[in-house]
């Protein structure tokens, strides 16, 4: 299992690049948009059926399925240095495969949720 993960070494921290990338920019500007400023009445929200067709779209599909996909991928990666750091070096056989298990589970059930939109 070890030889896999150091073969797959470049793609996860591909991701996990991507992930740092969309969770710096995106995610930030989406929280203060609707975390602030649609609350405060600083900006109005989009009517639904805007909303619907622009994460409908196939650049907005895109974007979704970004944006719910790579955190999970930099979340794993974080996850497993930390198991690492704090003495787990011994069990990083196991932690490794089952964050990046998880990950992919939870980017495949993303992208068939963006798929259904």
Same mark, same amino acid.
């Given at each position: 299992?070890?030889?896999?993960?150091?073969?797959?070494?470049?793609?996860?921290?591909?991701?996990?690049?991507?992930?740092?990338?969309?969770?710096?920019?995106?995610?930030? /500007?989406?929280? @203060? $948009?609707?975390? *602030?400023?649609?609350?405060?009445? !600083? =900006?109005? &929200? +989009?009517?639904?059926?805007?909303? %619907?067709?622009? /994460?409908?779209? @196939? $650049?907005?599909? *895109?974007?979704?399925?970004?944006? !719910? =996909?790579? &955190? +999970?991928?930099?979340?794993?990666? %974080?996850?497993?240095?930390?198991?690492?750091?704090?003495?787990?070096?011994?069990?990083?056989?196991? =932690?490794? &495969? +089952?964050?990046?298990?998880?990950?992919?589970?939870?980017?495949?059930?993303?992208?068939?949720?963006?798929?259904?939109?």
């Amino acid at each position: 299992m070890k030889h896999l993960l150091l073969k797959l070494e470049p793609v996860i921290w591909l991701l996990f690049g991507q992930g740092i990338l969309l969770g710096t920019l995106l995610l930030t /500007g989406w929280v @203060l $948009i609707l975390g *602030l400023a649609v609350p405060l009445g !600083i =900006v109005d &929200p +989009l009517p639904w059926t805007q909303a %619907h067709a622009l /994460g409908a779209s @196939l $650049i907005g599909r *895109l974007v979704l399925a970004a944006v !719910i =996909v790579m &955190p +999970l991928w930099k979340g794993a990666h %974080h996850l497993r240095h930390v198991s690492i750091d704090m003495g787990g070096g011994d069990r990083d056989a196991v =932690v490794a &495969p +089952l964050l990046y298990a998880v990950a992919l589970a939870g980017s495949l059930a993303g992208i068939v949720a963006v798929v259904r939109l």
